[in-house]
């Protein structure tokens, strides 16, 4: 992507009533909307995230088959989410919202309990031992996911990444939560959730196009 088309993006999201781009210290030193984001949203239905959330398809794509859910799509690259966004403000989707921040502040955005749902789409596996403490589902980030989500909340994992997949099995196991649902490939096992199999990613396209399978867990932290 250019970097005129960047500046415009950014331009753009300052725009999006949908779109809270706060600095690292306003995060951390008291988000105004922790514990009240039923004043962001004027309702108090349920929250879910995306985490890393790119593009933002499946911010996106849940709050179309989700009406009475808000979801939150989280990534520190707003240029990638200024499509979800204009998405929509120009479909009319007031359950949706955009943060541009670090995923590793989640806990930060969120009071303890305050979500119902998280996903992590398609991240960065980091296979190198010494990028460990950046994997999306280690044990830190599992534990910030377990401050801000319900009792009954649960997490997904799609990802093309057969060493995400195996190693966050791994974990899970180790850890001794709840593994409800695994899939080493969705598309060709039956059982997966309608919404793993109907809402797909841009880089999801690509792997699908090159014959990767498609994984996909949901767990419990708490």
């Known amino acids: 992507m250019g970097s005129k088309n960047k500046l415009k993006r950014f331009q753009e999201n300052e725009t999006f009533s949908n779109v809270i781009q706060p600095t690292r210290e306003e995060v951390v030193g008291g988000f105004p909307l ?5 004043t962001h949203f004027k309702n108090d239905n349920p929250i879910v995230l995306e985490l890393g959330c790119g593009k933002g398809e499946y911010t996106v794509g849940l709050a179309k088959k989700f009406p009475n859910k808000n979801f939150i799509g989280i990534d520190i690259k707003g240029a990638r989410f ?4 204009k998405e929509a403000v120009e479909g009319d989707l007031p359950n949706v919202c955009f ?7 989640v806990d930060h955005l969120f009071a303890k309990e305050e979500v119902s749902e998280i996903w992590i789409t398609f991240p960065d ?3 190198k031992y ?4 950046h994997r999306m589902t280690n044990a830190t980030f599992l534990e910030r996911y377990k401050q801000v989500l319900k009792p009954e909340g649960t997490v997904n ?3 093309d990444s057969e060493f995400m997949h195996g190693y966050t099995l791994g974990l899970l196991h180790g850890l001794g939560l709840e593994v409800l649902y695994a899939n080493h490939d969705v598309y060709k096992n039956e059982g997966s ?5 109907e809402i797909q990613t841009f880089y999801e396209n690509q792997y699908l196009e090159k ?3 498609i994984t996909f867990i949901r767990f419990k932290v708490n």
């Open 34 to 38: 922790k514990g009240k984001w039923d």
């Open 193 to 197: 959730p309608k919404e793993v199999l």
């Open 157 to 159: 994992l799609k990802t």
């Open 130 to 133: 010494k990028r460990t403490k």
């Open 125 to 127: 596996p980091q296979i």
């Open 82 to 85: 200024w499509k979800g966004a």
């Open 211 to 213: 014959g990767k399978p």
């Open 99 to 105: 943060i541009r921040t670090q995923i590793e502040l």
